[in-house]
């Protein structure tokens, strides 16, 4: 198993760590993936890094993946309670994306966006909130951040 993968599974080990000290209750997860230009050399390995995580969260959870560049907008968030055919439709999706170009990258609304994804209404409690990014925070110019 390589390095990124195994890191991938240790997160998501401890997040079930946490569900069994909780208790079964529901969690939410949010997946904030960075899509400027500066991720694409980390690009394949951030597709199955996030397609390891979705694989591994159980049926009946919320997860929402985020995406962000110089935006973090409603139209860049893919949010669902997973089953089998949702699991399947979401991994597809991601799949899909094309490879990174964004040309700025601002961590301040991408930390917005996943705030808003945790506080939505109908929230589980228990929350996590991932981020696969190279953290170069490079808003645009005019950004609040």
């Not at 993946?65 to 999706?93: H, I, K, M, W, Y």
């Not at 990258?105 to 981020?131: C, I, M, S």
Request: glycine letters at 6%.
């Amino acid at each position: 198993m390589n390095r990124s993968r195994d890191r991938s599974f240790r997160h998501v080990l401890a997040g079930a760590a946490l569900v069994a000290f909780f208790g079964a209750q529901h969690a939410d997860y949010v997946l904030v993936i960075d899509t400027s230009g500066s991720m694409r050399p980390l690009w394949p390995a951030v597709l199955r890094g996030a397609e390891v995580f979705i694989e591994a969260i159980p049926d009946g959870e919320h997860v929402s993946l985020v995406f962000f560049d110089v935006e973090a907008t409603a139209s860049r968030v893919l949010p669902r309670t997973l089953t089998g055919p949702n699991r399947s439709d979401l991994l597809r999706e991601l799949r899909s994306l094309p490879s990174p170009k964004g040309r700025w990258t601002d961590l301040g609304l991408a930390l917005e966006k996943a705030v808003v994804e945790l506080t939505r209404p109908g929230a589980n409690r228990l929350q996590f909130a991932f981020f696969l990014s190279d953290f170069e925070h490079d808003p645009a110019p005019g950004s609040p951040f």
